[in-house]
């Protein structure tokens, strides 16, 4: 009897709870994959969003011909606010807009430089946004990124998506998602970067380049291509770097497939008690394979191949310490330092006041690298 009440209040439950929770047909939702914020005049913002036209509006003509049309369009609006953007948009179109897929977020510099704080609480909030969604910087229009006609016929938000997720680019691609910076600024302990993007007209391709750094949540500066790579070894990102170095006589070696695993730690714990700054220490172990030497020298031998890594081992110093010195004077802490104190000595980070500590403190870098192979035919 038990068995017999158990399967008919199962069946009940499976007529009563069936269906969809949400009846809106495909058809009539506009899917955004891409949404863009710039400044706009009296200190409003202005809020993008790219969507894609259904497949049925794409199909060939009767004639034969394919109908020379574009796979998305884009609307905007302006507001006080994100959210009230956002909101307006609605009025825009006839479909009702739907966030779910949103993909990638590009915002012009003149607001990253007011801080993003306001953008990020948002798409935190929002609960249709995905926090694994991606975000770039832009020196132009970001409704210009989302307009942007590619010679691929891709569309922009996925030509973005793609490259910034691609292990082939990481050299100078490094991105965060949403949450990890939302995670970020709330602690306080960690600065964030977001990579540029910029539409060349002549070739109509997209490209990624470079890092924007922030501080407390607004753009404070801008790290360069070399910049960027040294960034990326010191923290371990880099999968598939390229550098080139000159060896003089023996003509200019270019690496490829260079990836780096690293380690920071903290040297001296009680610096700041004697009042002297924290000392770091952060190891690069780097390994890649050489794939050109312009010299043309067929075979090196073990004391050449020596002498190669310990040149690029300098080099690569010089270079990150460059970096790292560059990030200070912006007093932007990307690589984690006041995290990495934070979670170890938290006594001393409960005394310091890392905004002013942050720009004085000394980092030792050591570097070594391995050539793995030379592509030599013997």
């Known amino acids: 009897?038990?068995?017999?009440?158990?399967?008919?209040?199962?069946?009940?439950?499976?007529?009563?709870?069936?269906?969809?929770?949400?009846?809106?047909?495909?058809?009539?939702?506009?899917?955004?994959?891409?949404?863009?914020?710039?400044?706009?005049?009296?200190?409003?913002?202005?809020?993008?969003?790219?969507?894609?036209?259904?497949?049925?509006?794409?199909?060939?003509?009767?004639?034969?011909?394919?109908?020379?049309?574009?796979?998305?369009?884009?609307?905007?609006?302006?507001?006080?606010?994100?959210?009230?953007?956002?909101?307006?948009?609605?009025?825009?179109?006839?479909?009702?807009?739907?966030?779910?897929?949103?993909?990638?977020?590009?915002?012009?510099?003149?607001?990253?430089?007011?801080?993003?704080?306001?953008?990020?609480?948002?798409?935190?909030?929002?609960?249709?946004?995905?926090?694994q969604m991606v975000i770039v910087l832009t020196k132009g229009k970001a409704a210009d990124i989302l307009k942007a006609e590619l010679s691929s016929n891709e569309v922009p938000a996925f030509a973005i998506h793609d490259s910034l997720l691609s292990p082939d680019k990481y050299d100078a691609v490094y991105s965060l998602r949403v949450w990890q910076i939302a995670r970020s600024i709330i602690n306080g302990s960690e600065d964030v970067f977001i990579p540029f993007i910029y539409f060349d007209q002549q070739e109509k391709a997209l490209t990624i380049q470079g890092l924007g750094v922030f501080h407390q949540g607004r753009l404070a500066g801008e790290l360069s291509d070399i910049e960027t790579r040294m960034f990326g070894l010191m923290t371990g990102r880099a999968r598939n770097a390229h550098p080139s170095l000159s060896f003089g006589n023996k003509g200019w070696g270019t690496f490829r497939n260079v990836s780096a695993c690293s380690q920071v730690r903290i040297e001296f714990n009680d610096a700041p008690i004697r009042n002297q700054p924290l000392t770091f220490l952060v190891k690069v172990h780097a390994q890649g394979l050489l794939v050109e030497l312009t010299s043309g020298k067929a075979q090196l031998n073990i004391k050449e191949i020596n002498n190669m890594q310990k040149k690029i081992e300098g080099a690569l110093r010089n270079q990150m310490i460059e970096t790292l010195r560059h990030l200070q004077q912006l007093n932007a802490d990307i690589l984690g330092f006041g995290e990495l104190l934070r979670a170890e000595r938290p006594k001393i980070w409960s005394h310091l006041n890392w905004e002013e500590e942050y720009p004085r403190i000394r980092v030792k870098v050591a570097v070594k690298f391995q050539i793995e192979r030379t592509g030599e035919y013997r």
């Open 1 to 131: 009897m038990k068995n017999k009440l158990l399967l008919f209040s199962i069946f009940l439950l499976s007529v009563l709870c069936g269906g969809c929770w949400e009846n809106n047909e495909i058809s009539q939702q506009a899917i955004v994959l891409a949404m863009g914020i710039d400044s706009a005049p009296k200190d409003k913002l202005q809020v993008s969003v790219q969507i894609p036209i259904a497949e049925k509006n794409l199909s060939p003509l009767a004639g034969g011909e394919a109908e020379s049309r574009k796979s998305f369009y884009v609307i905007s609006k302006e507001a006080d606010s994100v959210f009230s953007s956002i909101t307006g948009l609605q009025g825009n179109t006839s479909k009702d807009i739907f966030y779910g897929q949103l993909k990638v977020l590009v915002i012009n510099t003149e607001i990253a430089q007011r801080g993003i704080l306001e953008v990020i609480d948002l798409v935190q909030r929002h609960p249709e946004i995905p926090p």
